[in-house]
Structures are given as structure tokens and as C-alpha cells.
């Protein structure tokens, strides 16, 4: 990643980055993940018992994902855009919508999807049936591995330029109490 290109670029632009190359693939690769992943359990649960923890762990990871990403485009996204631009108003319900979102938490569930995709990378790596790696196991573990390299993007952008004006604006909207 040339973090570089992110430097001057207006927040808007970073927004838009974000929605657009990270959070519609992803739920896209997450419903994809989602089909082979019950496949995938059906067709080898006698062969490798370990495949319930993957499920397990995708359905929770697939879960806390969705949450996060809800709060972003919903509430966090639009406000920082406006911020920005001079046109967020800091009405009663927009200070609700301000004080819903714990972006520490946030901040925090990003080590948390790290910690989910480490282990799934790490179970998938393992899966051996019949003592072979499975050509489906192998795939899905790419899928997984390609949404940990985009999560490092996503990371940065959030917690350099994103978080950074989320807590100017819950300083503001303090202020105005």
C-alpha cells in the first residue's frame, strides 16, 4: 500500500475509498465465504472434525463484521464527510447518533477481526483431508487471506484520518452540551 497517495487527499475521497474498495467487496466475499463454508462443513465434518470451530468462528466474525461496517456507512461515514465540509449540524439527535458510537470500540474490533483471521488462516492451513491439503480449503483460505491484507488498508485509513476527525467531532459536540 502507497499510504502516500492518502496524504492530501480530501476525506470524502477517503470515504468513498473505503466503502467503495473495501466494504462492498467485502460483504460480497463474505456472503461467497459464507456459501463454501457450509459446503465445505457438510461435505467434511467426518474427515476433519475441526471444521465446527471454522464455522463457528466465520459466523462470529461474519456477525461483529457486518455491525461494524453498519456503523460506519450509517453513522460514523456521513458525519465525517459533513464535518468536513463545514455541513454537519450538531442537533440533538445528530449528538445521539455522535454518542452510539464508541470509536475505541471500533478501534478495538479491528484487533479483534485480526485476531478471528489469524486463527481461521491458521485452522485452514491445517485442514489436511485424506492427509492432503483440500483444493477448497486452499481457496477459502485465499479468500481469507486477501480480506487480512485488505483489513491492513483499512486499519490505516481509519485510525490516521478517519477516527482522528471522529474525535474532533465528539470534542465538539461535548462542547455544545
Given at each position: 500500500m502507497d499510504?502516500?497517495?492518502?496524504?492530501?487527499?480530501p476525506i470524502t475521497e477517503i470515504v468513498n475509498h473505503l466503502s467503495n474498495e473495501f466494504h462492498v467487496p467485502l460483504q460480497?466475499?463474505?456472503e461467497k465465504i459464507a456459501d463454501a463454508?457450509?459446503?465445505?462443513?457438510?461435505?467434511y465434518r467426518k474427515?476433519?472434525?475441526?471444521?465446527?470451530?471454522?464455522?463457528e468462528l466465520y459466523?462470529?466474525?461474519?456477525?461483529?463484521?457486518?455491525?461494524?461496517?453498519?456503523?460506519?456507512?450509517?453513522?460514523?461515514?456521513?458525519?465525517?464527510?459533513d464535518y468536513e465540509n463545514n455541513k454537519?449540524?450538531?442537533?440533538?439527535?445528530?449528538?445521539?447518533?455522535?454518542d452510539s458510537v464508541d470509536f475505541h470500540k471500533m478501534e478495538g474490533e479491528h484487533s479483534i477481526f485480526q485476531n478471528y483471521l489469524d486463527t481461521v488462516i491458521d485452522l485452514l492451513g491445517t485442514c489436511k483431508i485424506n492427509d492432503k491439503n483440500s483444493e477448497e480449503?486452499?481457496?477459502?483460505?485465499?479468500?481469507?487471506?486477501?480480506?487480512?491484507?485488505?483489513?491492513?488498508?483499512?486499519?490505516y485509513l481509519e485510525e490516521v484520518y478517519i477516527y482522528k476527525t471522529w474525535q474532533e467531532i465528539e470534542r465538539k459536540a461535548n462542547e455544545d452540551k
Open positions: 499510504k502516500s497517495k492518502f496524504t492530501n487527499m460480497k466475499l463474505i463454508i457450509i459446503w465445505f462443513s457438510e461435505k474427515e476433519y472434525p475441526k471444521i465446527v470451530y471454522l464455522k459466523n462470529q466474525f461474519r456477525s461483529e463484521v457486518a455491525k461494524h461496517i453498519e456503523k460506519e456507512d450509517e453513522i460514523m461515514f456521513p458525519m465525517v464527510i454537519l449540524n450538531f442537533s440533538e439527535k445528530n449528538k445521539q447518533k455522535i480449503c486452499n481457496e477459502v483460505r485465499q479468500d481469507f487471506i486477501d480480506i487480512n491484507e485488505d483489513l491492513q488498508e483499512h486499519v
